[in-house]
């Protein structure tokens, strides 16, 4: 049985810290917002049936992220045709900046956004969790390879992220 | 890239979403409507066999049976399919790294596949089998020429339904085999990248 507390406490806390996590997580696989919201979905839903499994051993942060990049790679497996190319919508960033200022950071999320997309999908898991703040062992966790590895990979991803962003 | 760099990039790569919560909590919440339900699947499921089990035991014959007996064939075939499909997500969820994940999705896609391809195969000749049974049953078991039988059905109007109804799911086992295969072929390139991100990696740190 789950370590701390029960199934339905545990999936509210998910539901409630990890909200950003997930989202942004679907967002670097999926453009299209309404398959998005699908895969976000599922990845709840993956969540739901996995925590009966969940030990504590590591935090539920990770054991989400774990989760969701799985199911992530499915959907991406799954998917019939290749992804199409949707604008992302103008609000992305936050609505308190000056109007310039909020311009020029949608297009800068915008162009993030895309050029993280195009990653090879070992060095866009290793990227994402890295921008998520998540520690080169917790990393090491979600990914299943050595701390080592872990570095390296997020070596390579961050070469060609911005090989990709310069050459945008 | 620097670090500062990176720095803000995970800055703007974290930038909150309120829109995006809010329609998270309304997916979360109706994630965990499905899961709870699915998780009483099985119960459902051997409910439904032997409500619909019953129900033919003791209906009379009629429009009302009929309905109700494509109602409890369809809600078999849903709670079949949602418990395959969480069996197979479970059997995923459970891997350590990315090798036995990506393992684990192909032998999942390589059973789908084996089911669909049976599908096709076996379709057409059970069809004709059970055409062939219920005409042979009609005429105290025994037809001595059955093509013109089965011509003469297939040119009836419930014949020609179920034949469009036959060709609709052959189409559409068709069209998964594909689906299938594609998914297949990018698992195969997926394990391949992996591959080639754990030899850099090795090479790098030899």
Redesign the interface.
């Known amino acids: 049985m789950a370590a701390n507390g029960s199934k339905e406490q545990l999936?509210a806390q998910?539901?409630s810290s990890c909200?950003?996590l997930?989202?942004?997580i679907a967002l670097s696989y999926e453009a299209d917002p309404s398959l998005r919201?699908e895969l976000?979905?599922?990845i709840?839903?993956?969540?739901?049936?996995?925590l009966k499994?969940y030990r504590g051993d590591a935090s539920l942060k990770t054991f989400a992220a774990s989760?969701a990049q799985?199911r992530c790679?499915?959907h991406?497996?799954?998917?019939?045709r290749e992804p199409r190319q949707v604008e992302l919508?103008t609000?992305?960033?936050?609505a308190a900046l000056p109007p310039d200022e909020v311009a020029l950071?949608n297009d800068?999320?915008r162009r993030?956004v895309d050029s993280?997309q195009q990653l090879?999908?070992?060095?866009r898991e290793a990227i994402?969790l890295?921008?998520?703040?998540f520690s080169y062992g917790e990393m090491a966790l979600i990914?299943?390879?050595s701390t080592?590895?872990v570095m390296?990979?997020c070596q390579?991803a961050?070469?060609t992220?911005?090989s990709i962003m310069e050459g945008r | 890239m620097t670090d500062p760099e990176l720095q803000d990039l995970a800055e703007l790569w974290q930038q909150p979403d309120a829109a995006e919560a809010e329609k998270f909590q309304l997916l979360a919440r109706r994630a965990r409507r499905r899961g709870r339900f699915l998780g009483y699947a099985d119960w459902a499921l051997a409910l439904v066999l032997v409500g619909g089990s019953l129900f033919a035991l003791l209906a009379s014959h009629g429009p009302l049976t009929t309905f109700a007996a494509v109602g409890l064939l369809v809600a078999t075939i849903w709670l079949t399919w949602q418990r395959r499909r969480l069996r197979q997500m479970a059997s995923t969820l459970d891997t350590a790294d990315r090798q036995a994940f990506i393992a684990s999705s192909v032998r999942s896609a390589r059973a789908n596949l084996r089911r669909v391809t049976l599908s096709i195969i076996a379709l057409p000749p059970l069809v004709i089998l059970a055409l062939l049974s219920k005409m042979a049953f009609r005429r105290g078991g025994y037809v001595s020429d059955p093509g013109p039988i089965l011509l003469a059905w297939a040119q009836s109007t419930r014949g020609m339904i179920s034949l469009a109804i036959f060709a609709l799911i052959i189409a559409w086992s068709l069209r998964s085999a594909l689906r299938i295969k594609k998914e297949l072929r990018h698992l195969e390139s997926l394990r391949r990248a992996y591959e080639e991100e754990n030899e850099a990696a090795d090479g790098e740190s030899g």
């Not at chain 1, 839903?45 to 996995?50: D, F, K, R, V």
């Open positions: 999936f998910v539901s909200t950003g997930i989202s942004r919201h976000i979905q599922d709840m839903l993956a969540i739901w049936l996995a499994n989760i799985k790679i499915s991406v497996s799954k998917r019939a919508p609000d992305l960033a936050s950071r800068q999320k993030l993280i090879p999908i070992p060095q994402v890295c921008f998520e703040g990914l299943g390879v080592n590895a390296l990979r390579r961050k070469t992220l911005k």
